[in-house]
Structures are given as structure tokens and as C-alpha cells.
């Protein structure tokens, strides 16, 4: 406003500029007395009166003149939608009352005259002088909320730049610190709450929040916390998250508190949270919490001293309910109808070419098939080729099935069992049992990963799977290992099992061992002990990657063996530093795929904008010969920026610009980092791109294209996807291996008949289930070399996507967990962080009655007060008790 004004100058501006002549000032100045109303004229002359005033020699004078000055500004900065007339008729004599100031001896008129010309250099100070607070510090300690909130607000953006200069000068804050009480109490009063953080975070003292919140700006207070943490720079997020947990615990809000114990990764959190209420029905929703979440509880008597409610808590969080909760939705939603590859493919919507697509190989039609229905009826527990009850003799047909398939397809065929009877363990062993006999080594290698993916994040006291796939890990047949070995990282994915570290280590530590077992424990081992840093395992893995051959380096498959150690740091940040280091030292065929993919993984789903900017650098460059590790780079990008709204926005630019100038190896990588950024949310612009790459002349970007199409539309039925994939079909009726990716991809889309999503992300976006991540960061690494690992002998590895496969439902259950049906809003989400009052959350929403299902970015609430529910968030389990001040309007 006034810095182009010198403040010390007492003439008023327009005379500040070249003298013009006696005449012209004159006229000038009459105008500007004419343009005055009555009022203001007076105003101005009173004012002018009180200045002359102040400086006067008597005391008493001085004083009747500071009141009267400060009760005229004060009337009039109440409110600051323009700048108050005091302030502007002051403005001339600012300099005149800062001198006399500084001549004044000490005394309470002094601080007075303090006080006014701290308020004056509101507007007019020149800029950086923190005149403001200057004389705030000098005048009194009363209450500065008086003086308005522009005022406070000010002086607020002052504190946090003079803290910022006394830190570098080591210079005493105290003053400064009792200033900040008084500011946060007044923010938190008048429901500014986001400037009242934002001034604790500028001057590093977050703690004081917790004493200024009450109960009824709380949540509000948490919510931007929460919020503004993944934009914080570490470890300024932890301790902005750390706050919010304690304000939540402070208010008993305890599943708001174990949502953030669950983001901290923080088990002693999640302990006290547990341990502090006494509510048995309170305890069932945490433990529906922590089982959508993938976290492997142990409850024991320190937790719950009740066992009998301890085991119904463990046979919660240990997902028992799961699949019961599923069929439920799926027979509300009346799709309990098992369905067949060709009602996806629906060739006779697709012109003239479909029949010809009979003369392909027929092996690797029937291997998409199985991918196709093993996807598409995904814990359904019946479909039309591998469980219709046989006809005839009593050998089954899932038989018939099975031996159309050719060797390691077989083994795809038998595990696609487990994918049907997924999370149903008991009737899934059951069924699966009869293949572990078999003569036929593939067929047995398929079951034991089919054990493996029925046990996919259930959890269970007596081990199945650990059982029946402990005693073929050490068989001499290789397929058979690998089946064994897979099976147990699906199963076991999370839970830091030790009996499986110690079994496995051995076989990576043993240099007999064939290649494929070896980066398949590894594998295994980094789903197992996903996100655990643990060093022991780091090191088998080191030392694997350090004793291969030149030639076994240069295998695609050997690849996965720096993917299996960044799992191990899967979000853990500066952990992964001291593995880095030894990374540099490995062969040159794999170290800079090393570097980049423990870079990736260790930063996936932070938001970190310096990793980004880093893996960007890796991909500007331009090699001679292709460079693989400049796949995992933008891979890792995605990863990265998935965490926000607005990276994963900047970041889909970015590919954009990859796409355009990128080699060829980069724009590979491209569709699959578009496929994780949208994943089972297929956003209309990343959906032309990928339509537009699906016909690219460079065959594995079209592949890539392919399958991304399935990704972003995992689980969604999206009929505009699933148009494209036909289109496809017919275009690339020739190419075995694009038809193989069409009809993946056709699986996905379709995938659980549209009941199922992939994302890793829940409870609005705000948690990352470390293994869904894990299981989609080894698929998509093993898509990178699509012709000789996913084309080749290992399409089984797509069945580690079973890791992120969840329900995307809301199921309300009563106090007895039996399903109770109200109705709720669905609409899409609206971000309401930082907005005063209570506004609405969800828009355009539609009434149903629960079970229902939630699209990506879509958030319920319940529609009746007739019941509480238990949780903020709906989603998953929910359990609602009866509202005891609920009246019938009838």
C-alpha cells in the first residue's frame, strides 16, 4: 500500500515528488479538501489535532490524546474490506510520531503511542521492516485481538520471519513465543484454525496446539494437519502427525487416532489405542480397520485380557470375514452368476474378423481364458470352466479344462482355482487338494500357488498354508519350488513370518540353487517381510545379486532381484540409504536398476518432489544403447507422485513430455506409470492416451498400452474401456502376444465382476496398504520385459496382483456383525480442508441402501440418524449402533 512511500518522511505524498508551484499545491490541496465529505474532514482535523497533541509537554494532555487516538482507530478496524480512514489521514504523520517516539523517555505512555503506531504500520511500514511487530514488542501485553483480525494476521506472517532470522543469529525467542500464545488462542477462538498451524509449524512449536483445541474445532484442526502433512518436507510430516494423533486421542476419537497409528506405521500406537477404551464393539471396528489395511495383528493377552474377545478380534483382523462379507455384497447386488471368458470378449459385438481369431495357437488362447475367469469370477467360488460339477464320471471336469493347457500353462490353470475360491480357505484347500496329487509336476506347481492365493491376506492360528507348501519348497523339481515358494509370498505377504526367513534364506544363500528359485525367494521374501528393513534378509539378497554371472545378469528375470530388496524399504524413506551405498558397489549390467529402483520403492507413495525431480533427471538422459534401468525411473515417478491429488496431476503432465521426447525403453515405461497413477480409476484424458499408445508401431509400448487400459479400469465394468478392448481384439487378431494383453486386460477391467479394485489406497485416500503396493510394484516391474517374462513361462506372476485386489464396498453390519441394511449417500468427495462452519463433504449423491459399492473419489455417509456408526470413514466393514436420542417421526 504505502511502500513506494518513504515512512520517515513527513510531508505528505504529494508533495514528496518534485515541488510544484505555490499556485498549483494550492489548488491541489483545496480539491483534495472538497472531495472530503463533512464527516471525514472532520475526522481528519480531529486527528491531526491529537497528533499535535500527543507531542505536547503535559502528561495528562498526552494521554487524553493517545485514549482518543486509539478508540478512533479501534472503532474502525473491526472490519477490513478497505483500508479504515484513521489509518489513511494517519498515514502523513507516521514518520512524525515514529521520531517522536524514539525521543520520548520510558513510561506507560510510551508503550501506549507503541501499541497505535504498531497498528499504524499495518499499511504502511516499507516492506520488510517488521515495523509491526517492533512496536508490538514495545508497547503492552494486552489483548491484541482488539485491534481486528487483519492486525493479528499480520503480525502472525511478521513473527514468522523475525523467528526465522533469530534462529540464524542465535538470538533469545521468549518474547516472540508468549506473542504466538496470544495469536494461536485468538486464531483457535475465531475458527481460523489453519493459521493458527500454519504460524506453530513456521515457528516450530506444533506442541502448543493440543492445549488450544476444544471440542468443537478438533476435527478441524486434525483434518488440516492431516492434510498439509504430505506436503511437508520430512520430519516436519511425522511430527505434524504425531500432533493429530494425540489432539484424536485427547477427544476420544480413537478410530480417527488408529487411521493415523496405521499411516505412522506405529504399533505402539496402535496398542494404546486398543488398550485404552474398554467398548468391545469399539475394538471390532479397529480390527476391521487394521484388516483392510493388511496389517498383521497378533493380539495377546497384554492387548485383550478376555479371550474370548480375543479371538473374535483376531478373527476379524485376521480378514476370517472377508469372504462371507463379499458373497453377501455379491448376492445383494444379484451377480452371484458365474460367467465365462467369451461373455467378456463378446466377440458378435466386434465386425466380421472375430471367427478368424480360431486359427491362433489354441494353447495360448486358453491360457488368456483362464487369466480371463480366473479375474472375472474372483472369489465367487464357482465359474464355468475349473468348478462346474462334472456330468459324467467322477474325475471332474476342472480336468478338461486343465489339459488344455500345455506344461507351465497348466500350472496358471491350477493356481486360477485358488483365484476363484479366493479368501474362502476352507472349501478353497478342499478343492485345490486333489491337484496336489497329481502326476504332472505343472499341474501341482499351480496348486501350491492356488494354496497361496485362496490364503491371500487371511490369516489363520493353524497355518494351512505354511503346512502344505513347507514340505515342496525343498522338492528337486524347479516348477514345483517356485510354486511353493510364490504361494507362500501371497500368503504370507505382510507378515514378517520368521520360520519363512529362515527357510528361504537358505536357498538364496546356497549357490546351487537354479535362477528362477532364487529371485522367486527373493520375491517372497520381500512380500513377507514387506516395509520391515530388515538388514539380515538385505544382506542374503546383496549377496545373491553380488554372486551372479555375467550372462545370468543379463537375464530379465534377474531383475526382480533389486525389486524384492526395495520392497523390503516398500515407503520407509532414509532407511534405504545405507543399502543404497552397498548398491553402488554391484556389477555395472545391474547397478544403476538397483540404485533407481530402491530409490522408487523407498519413496513410494511420499509425495516427495526432490525424488521426483531426481527420477525425472534419470530419464532425461540419452544413452547410445538402451539403458533398462530408465524403465524402473519412470515407474518410479508414478510411485512417488501417486500420494496427492495434485502430483499425480503434474506428474501425468510429465509422462506426457516423456512420451514426446523419451527413448524408446522410457516410453515402454510410460503406459505402466500411467496404469499405477490411475489405477482402477480410469480418468478420461489418461484413458486417450493410452488408447492413442495402444496402436504405437513400437510393440511393447502397444503392449504396455494394453494392459494399462485393463489397470486403470481394474474393476470398474467401464463400458467405454471395455469398447476399446474389442476394438482391439479384432485389430490385433494376428498378433498372439497383443491378444494375450487384450484379454488380460479384458479380465481386469471385469475383474470380480465389477465388485473388486486394485487400488492400494483407502479410507479416502488417506492410507496405502503396504502390501496391495507391493503386490502391484512386482507385477508392473515384471510387465517391463513383457515378451520374456509375462509372454514367456512366468504369467503366473500376474496372480501377485491377488495382493491388491479388495472389495470396493461399504457393508454396515449391527453390534452382532450380522449385515443390516440402511440407506446412505454416495457422492463424489469434496476436499473441505481449511473451510470455516461444516460444509457438506459429498456432492451429487444418490440414496441406496447399503451393501453398496464406492467408485474411486466417491465417499458415503450414512442418510439416517437412526444409527451411529463407529468409524468417520465409510468404508469396508463398518459396524453402526442404535442412536439412543433417535425418535420416530411417525
Known amino acids: 500500500m504505502a511502500a513506494d512511500q518513504n515512512p ?25 479538501e472538497e472531495d472530503l465529505s463533512e464527516e471525514d474532514l472532520a475526522l481528519k482535523q480531529q486527528l491531526e489535532l491529537y497528533i499535535e497533541r500527543v507531542q505536547d509537554a503535559d502528561p495528562g494532555v498526552q494521554k487524553l490524546a493517545l485514549e482518543s487516538m486509539r478508540q478512533e482507530i479501534r472503532s474502525a478496524t473491526s472490519s477490513m474490506t478497505s483500508v479504515p480512514k484513521p489509518l489513511k489521514f494517519l498515514r502523513p504523520h507516521y514518520g512524525k510520531l515514529k521520531a517522536y517516539f524514539e525521543t520520548m523517555p520510558e513510561s506507560d505512555l ?3 503511542l507503541a501499541d497505535i503506531l504498531s497498528v499504524l504500520a499495518l499499511t504502511m511500514s516499507a516492506e520488510g521492516e517488521r515495523e509491526s511487530l517492533k512496536y508490538r514488542l514495545l508497547g503492552y501485553e494486552g489483548n491484541i485481538g482488539s485491534w481486528g483480525h487483519e492486525y493479528v494476521r499480520n503480525l502472525a506472517g511478521e513473527i514468522s520471519q523475525e523467528f526465522a532470522k533469530r534462529q540464524y543469529d542465535d538470538l533469545p525467542i521468549d518474547a516472540l513465543m508468549d506473542l504466538v500464545q496470544q495469536i494461536v488462542a485468538f486464531h483457535m477462538k475465531h475458527n481460523a484454525e489453519p493459521e493458527a498451524v500454519d504460524l506453530l509449524m513456521e515457528v516450530e512449536d506444533l506442541d502448543l496446539l493440543v492445549e488450544h483445541v476444544d471440542s468443537t474445532n ?35 476419537d480413537f478410530t480417527s487416532s488408529l487411521r493415523i497409528a496405521l499411516l505412522l506405521d506405529n504399533i505402539q500406537y496402535v496398542k494404546q489405542i486398543y488398550t485404552t477404551t474398554n467398548d468391545p464393539l469399539l475394538r471390532k471396528q479397529f480390527s476391521y480397520i487394521c484388516a483392510h489395511h493388511g496389517l498383521a495383528l497378533e493380539l ?182 517356485i510354486g511353493a515358494i510364490l504361494g507362500l509370498g501371497v500368503a504370507y505377504a505382510g507378515t514378517n513370518k520368521d520360520e519363512i526367513r529362515v527357510r528361504l534364506t537358505s536357498i538364496l544363500g546356497d549357490s546351487k540353487s537354479p535362477l528362477e528359485v532364487l529371485v522367486f525367494s527373493a520375491i517372497t521374501l520381500g512380500l513377507v517381510h514387506v516395509g520391515s528393513c530388515n538388514e539380515d534378509i538385505a ?39 545405507a543399502t543404497a551405498e552397498v548398491s553402488k558397489t554391484f556389477n555395472e549390467k545391474i547397478r544403476k536398476y538397483c540404485d533407481v529402483t530402491l530409490l522408487s520403492l523407498a519413496y513410494a507413495g511420499t509425495g516427495n518432489v526432490l525424488k521426483v525431480q531426481k527420477l525425472l533427471g534419470y530419464c532425461a538422459q540419452h544413452f547410445e544403447k538402451g539403458e533398462v534401468h530408465q524403465g524402473p525411473a519412470v515407474l518410479g515417478i508414478a510411485l512417488v507422485a501417486m500420494a496427492e491429488e495434485l ?7 510429465s509422462l506426457e513430455h516423456l512420451l514426446q521426447y523419451g527413448e524408446q525403453n522410457i516410453r515402454r515405461a510410460v503406459p505402466f506409470a500411467l496404469g499405477i497413477l490411475c489405477i482402477s480409476n480410469p480418468k478420461v484424458n489418461v484413458m486417450d492416451t493410452l488408447s492413442r499408445l495402444s496402436h504405437d508401431t513400437d510393440i511393447d509400448v502397444s503392449m504396455a498400452a494394453i494392459i494399462s487400459l485393463g489397470l486403470i479400469g481394474a474393476g470398474t465394468n467401464n463400458a467405454r474401456i471395455a469398447g476399446m478392448l474389442r476394438n482391439l481384439s479384432s485389430y490385433y487378431y494376428k498378433e498372439a502376444g497383443h491378444l494375450f494383453c487384450v484379454r488380460i486386460a479384458q479380465g481386469l477391467v471385469h475383474l470380480g465382476k465389477g465388485l473388486l479394485t486394485l487400488s492400494p489406497y483407502h479410507s479416502d485416500r488417506f492410507l496405502l496398504s503396504p502390501t496391495a503396493l507391493a503386490g502391484l510394484v512386482t507385477v508392473l516391474h515384471a510387465c517391463l520385459d513383457m515378451k520374456t517374462i509375462i509372454l514367456g513361462k512366468y504369467h503366473y506372476l500376474l496372480y501377485i496382483l491377488s495382493l491388491a485386489m479388495h472389495p470396493r464396498m461399504l457393508m454396515t453390519v449391527d453390534e452382532n456383525l450380522k449385515p443390516l441394511s440402511v440407506t446412505v449417500r454416495v457422492g463424489q468427495a469434496v476436499d473441505v480442508v481449511g473451510q470455516a462452519g461444516r460444509p457438506k463433504t459429498i456432492t451429487g449423491f444418490q440414496t441406496h441402501s447399503t451393501p453398496v459399492l464406492l467408485a474411486a473419489g466417491e465417499r458415503a455417509e450414512l442418510a439416517t440418524e437412526k444409527y451411529i456408526p463407529l468409524t468417520k470413514v465409510l468404508e469396508g466393514f463398518v459396524i453402526l449402533k442404535e442412536n439412543p436420542e433417535y425418535q420416530d417421526e411417525r
Open 8 to 32: 520517515s518522511n513527513s510531508t505528505p505524498p504529494e508533495q514528496a515528488s518534485k515541488p510544484p508551484s505555490k499556485d498549483q499545491k494550492k489548488k491541489k490541496e483545496d480539491k483534495k
Open 110 to 112: 510510551k508503550k501506549y
Open 218 to 252: 478438533y476435527k478441524r484442526t486434525c483434518l488440516y494437519l492431516t492434510s498439509s502433512s504430505s506436503y511437508l518436507p520430512s520430519p516436519d510430516d511425522i511430527l505434524a502427525l504425531d500432533i493429530a494423533y494425540t489432539i484424536y486421542m485427547k477427544f476420544e
Open 300 to 481: 495377546d493377552e497384554e492387548w485383550i485380557p478376555d479371550e474370548e474377545e480375543r479371538e473374535v478380534l483376531q478373527d476379524i483382523a485376521s480378514n476370517a470375514k472377508l469372504s462371507e462379507g463379499y458373497l453377501t455384497l455379491a448376492r445383494d447386488i444379484e451377480v452371484m452368476e458365474p460367467k465365462s471368458p467369451e461373455d467378456i470378449y463378446k466377440a458378435h459385438l466386434i465386425d466380421g474378423r472375430a471367427s478368424a481369431t480360431s486359427s491362433l495357437d489354441s494353447a495360448r488362447q486358453n491360457l488368456a481364458a483362464t487369466f480371463v475367469n480366473a479375474f472375472v469370477n474372483a472369489g465367487f467360488g464357482q465359474d464355468k470352466l475349473m468348478t462346474v460339477p462334472s456330468e459324467s464320471s467322477s474325475g471332474g471336469s476342472s480336468g478338461s479344462w486343465l489339459f488344455k493347457n500345455k506344461d507351465h500353462g497348466k500350472a496358471s490353470a491350477a493356481a486360477s482355482l485358488g483365484m476363484i475360491l479366493l479368501w474362502d480357505v476352507d472349501s478353497g484347500l478342499a478343492q485345490i487338494d486333489k491337484f496336489l496329487h497329481s502326476n504332472d509336476n505343472h499341474v501341482v506347481a499351480g496348486a501350491l500357488l492356488g494354496v497361496g492365493i485362496v490364503n491371500c491376506g487371511i490369516r489363520n492360528d493353524c497355518d494351512p498354508a505354511l503346512a502344505l507348501l513347507g514340505d515342496f519348497i525343498e522338492k528337486d523339481d524347479t516348477i514345483i519350488r
Open 539 to 577: 544382506q542374503t539378497i546383496i549377496l545373491a545379486i553380488m554372486e551372479r554371472t555375467e550372462s545370468e545378469l543379463n537375464e530379465p528375470l534377474t531383475r526382480l532381484l533389486p525389486v524384492a530388496l526395495g520392497l523390503l524399504y516398500l515407503g520407509k524413506q532414509d532407511s534405504v540409504e
Open 647 to 653: 502430483g499425480l496431476e503434474m506428474s501425468i503432465r
